[in-house]
């Protein structure tokens, strides 16, 4: 099976803009959809991202998500940084079983 | 609206079996694929287990051979029945609507498994 690697952590200020990566060991990252979750702490998670680049209703748009086969990747892209943000980020796909990535944790500060 | 509710975590010894429980509302459990995805104390996500609406049943390699799904339709209810429990599957357990893109989660269970 195939591992997703994402950064242990990412900061920016409120406002800003900030990309998580999500980068696919083996096999193509445009086989298979990538999700992304949201978990704020001692909650449960919830869907921002579903196939590839769809917004659940209710979800911002300043958040948004894309894969780049160049690089094997998906990315998770929030603009206009808020506190309420602040949290980690899961990304998901799937071939012959369901992979979480190691989760990156947003600070916004 | 959609609600999932888990109840069945608690303190168990290793060896020990433990059933978990999700009450779905707002929408019809055989209908739907249903998953189980767990979480270690401060680490990330693990999906353990998955129902399709035809009865498919699918498990992650940690859990193979211990763990069963199920549902019961007339109860709206899916379960985990977890068998010879080990440290290592200490978690929160949430039950999920959906199996690639989930978009319900429950708020989950916390099984700790400690002799």
């Known amino acids: 099976n195939f591992m997703l690697t994402q950064p242990h952590s990412v900061s920016e200020s409120p406002g800003k803009t900030v990309t998580i990566s999500c980068t696919r060991s083996s096999g193509s990252i445009a086989s298979n959809y990538v999700q992304w979750y949201q978990q704020r702490p001692g909650s449960a998670p919830t869907t921002v991202i579903y196939?590839?680049?769809?917004?659940p209703s209710g979800v911002p748009d300043r958040f948004s998500g894309s894969i780049d086969s160049s690089s094997n990747s998906a990315s998770l892209t929030i603009s206009g940084l808020k506190t309420e943000d602040e949290a980690d980020y899961y990304c998901q796909s799937y071939d012959s079983s369901i992979v979480f990535g190691g989760g990156t944790k947003l600070t916004v500060l | 609206e959609v609600q999932l509710v888990e109840s069945g975590g608690g303190l168990i010894q290793p060896g020990g079996s433990l059933r978990l429980s999700c009450a779905a509302s707002g929408f019809t459990v055989s209908s739907n694929y249903m998953s189980w995805v767990r979480q270690a104390p401060g680490k990330g996500l693990e999906w353990v287990s998955v129902i399709y609406s035809g009865g498919s049943t699918y498990y992650a390699d940690s859990v193979k051979g211990r763990f069963t799904i199920s549902r019961d339709n007339s109860k709206n209810t899916l379960y985990l029945q977890m068998n010879s429990l080990r440290a290592e599957d200490t978690a929160v357990y949430y039950c999920a609507r959906g199996v690639v893109a989930v978009d319900y989660w429950g708020q989950g269970t916390l099984v700790t498994v400690s002799s």
């Open positions: 196939e590839d680049n769809q917004r």
